[in-house]
C-alpha cells in the first residue's frame, strides 16, 4: 500500500505543476472598453469555434486537471 501512496503523490505533484502551468497560459477575460459598446463575442466565428482553438484545449485541460487534483485530494487524505 506505501508504493500506491508514492505513485498517486507523484502524480498528484505532476498534476499540480501541470495546472499551475496551464492557468498561467490562459489568457485574461477581460474585454476592456469594447464591452460598453455592446459587443457580443459569441455573435463572432472565434465565439462560435472557441473549443477548438487553443484557448479551448486549455480550457478543457484546465478541468480535466483540476478533476484529478481533487479526486486525487480526496484518496491520498484517506487512511489506507
Known sequence: MQILRIILTVI?????????????????????LGVIGGGNSSDTYW???????????????????AILFIVLSLVLNMNF
Open 47 to 65: 465565439g462560435q469555434n472557441k473549443m477548438r482553438s487553443k484557448e479551448g484545449v486549455l480550457i478543457m485541460a484546465t478541468r480535466i486537471m
Open 12 to 32: 498528484y505533484v505532476i498534476d499540480c505543476i501541470a495546472l499551475t502551468t496551464v492557468v498561467l497560459m490562459q489568457e485574461g477575460k477581460q474585454k476592456g
